[in-house]
DNA sequence: GTCTATAAGGAGATAGAC
DNA sequence: GTCTATCTCCTTATAGAC
């Protein structure tokens, strides 16, 4: 059950790759060495490039949606009637990326790759992170729409993507926790880092509306 | 001065390559084909594909942060004392991406260009994005200090990358206007996006800090 | 399921005529 | 400055032995 077959070392490898260098800039021959196995072993595991892309994201993606709506099922349980706590929500949405930085594949790239799947999955790759991120988009939003009832759901669109955005930025960014903008020596603490993503999150979805200059609430 | 010469016409090919495909999936044969230019004309204007992506990420952004700049000098020769108003440093510091809807080069590819570069900017072009963004990071930063003076740097500086990140996020996301998560019906308005994103980001600046678990204040 | 070998084409880069 | 032609290497993918 838990043994490292080819198919697994192969995940592993591109989906170490794909963080690092992007889904374009990776070949599979870099994977395959990697990985330390045959270059033919992959197409006959996945397929194609593409076909092996789907599957590290969905890898990735789909414990994590899973996480998240059961942390939203939770909460819309205790509150079967009237406005759900935002910050519930928030942190619903947030806690599965947050735990992977414990991950055991890694700390760096596992995180990165997430970014990477929402910033550079346009063109072909884009049906398919709508398969997987569909239902959850769907069901946050209307979780944000009891949470903050006063905004309309277009509204309520940008600010997820706001938030989304801080999140995979955060989490992504290469390089970021050398800029050293300003002396910064402490190494970033998981749990620290978290809640200020939460709080930055939280207080930018509780902003006053703005005036919106063509018809109101839909 | 106005006249279509050869490095501007592949500069423009290859930036709307790049913002659609990628720097890595961008390869400079489409380039040249998109910009009805010889192959050999690309080396010979910019040397290497690395320094042709340098050109097109240093004409977007030099500008930017020049506006920037502008901007924030403006507002600091205001209040050269005390207190920043914090939405006029956050509105300094996203105005000139809003001008980029209304970029006479386009309104799709130019904006997510600039979503690539924040996000896909690893590896070898780290050093070049330190050197265009580095300037106006530690401008920012500092005002930032001024704006929200109850709050450490480090704080500031991971409010500073929630912002950009969901500017970024926001601009630069495919398909993130045909998601249809909830019938949303109206084209987004460049005005009213702009003022979301204020409102978010401004919100989010101001949020209580967090529960630090270590040493305060630096 | 895994290997070697190789196909078939695309990549960045350059030499040299004009 | 621009072109054609070409070099060399790397890419994905597959055929076929084991």
Chains 1, 2 share one sequence.
Not at 187 to 196: A, K, L, M, V, Y
Request: charged residues 20%.
């Amino acid at each position: 059950m838990s043994e490292a077959s080819t198919k697994d070392l192969i995940l592993d490898a591109a989906e170490q790759q794909f963080a690092d260098k992007g889904f374009a800039g990776t070949s599979l021959r870099a994977i395959m060495k990697n990985a330390d196995v045959n270059m033919a072993s992959i197409h006959y595991h996945f397929g194609s490039k593409e076909a092996l892309i789907e599957a590290v994201v969905r890898r990735i993606a789909e414990p994590i949606n899973r996480e998240r709506l059961a942390l939203l099922d939770d909460l819309e349980a205790s509150h079967p009637e009237g406005e759900l706590p935002l910050r519930g929500v928030i942190v619903a949405f947030l806690t599965p990326v947050k735990r992977l930085y414990a991950h055991p594949r890694g700390r760096t790239f596992f995180p990165r790759l997430m970014g990477r799947m929402t910033m550079e999955a346009g063109e072909e790759l884009s049906p398919v992170m709508a398969s997987i991120f569909g239902e959850t988009g769907a069901r946050f939003m209307a979780a944000l729409g009891r949470a903050v009832p006063h905004l309309d759901s277009e509204e309520v669109f940008w600010r997820l993507h706001f938030a989304i955005g801080a999140m995979a930025f955060a989490i992504a960014a290469p390089g970021i926790h050398h800029h050293n903008v300003h002396s910064i020596t402490e190494p970033p603490d998981p749990g620290t880092s978290f809640d200020r993503l939460v709080n930055f999150v939280t207080a930018g979805m509780e902003a006053p509306a703005p005036t919106v200059t063509r018809k109101a609430n839909k």
